[in-house]
C-alpha cells in the first residue's frame, strides 16, 4: 500500500497566553448581598409599615429605592469571579 502524503507546513498553533487567574476584592461578595438584603427589606417595610417615619414622606419612590439597592447587587454580583 502506498504511504499517504505529509504535511509539509506546519499546522498552526497560537500562542499560549499565561491565565491568570482573577480574583475579586474581598469586600465584593459581602458588598452584594447587603445590598440584595437592604434593597428586600426596604421594599418590604414599606408594604407592611407605610406609615412609618422616614418611609411615609417618600410615597411610591420608596420602590424605586429597593429596587435600586436590588439591581446595584445584581450589577455587583456581574463582577464577581
Known amino acids: 500500500?502506498?504511504?499517504s502524503r505529509t504535511r509539509?507546513?506546519?499546522v498552526y498553533t497560537p500562542p499560549q497566553k499565561s491565565q491568570q487567574v482573577k480574583v475579586s476584592?474581598?469586600?465584593l461578595?459581602?458588598?452584594m448581598?447587603?445590598?440584595w438584603i437592604i434593597?428586600?427589606?426596604w421594599?418590604?417595610?414599606y408594604y407592611i409599615v407605610p406609615s412609618a417615619p422616614g418611609i411615609s414622606t417618600?410615597?411610591?419612590w420608596n420602590l424605586l429605592v429597593g429596587f435600586v439597592f436590588i439591581i446595584f447587587g445584581v450589577i455587583l454580583s456581574t463582577r464577581w469571579r
Open 1 to 3: 500500500m502506498p504511504k
Open 8 to 10: 509539509k507546513k506546519a
Open 25 to 27: 476584592p474581598r469586600w
Open 29 to 31: 461578595a459581602p458588598v
Open 33 to 35: 448581598v447587603v445590598s
Open 39 to 41: 434593597g428586600i427589606l
Open 43 to 45: 421594599i418590604a417595610v
Open 58 to 60: 417618600l410615597n411610591q
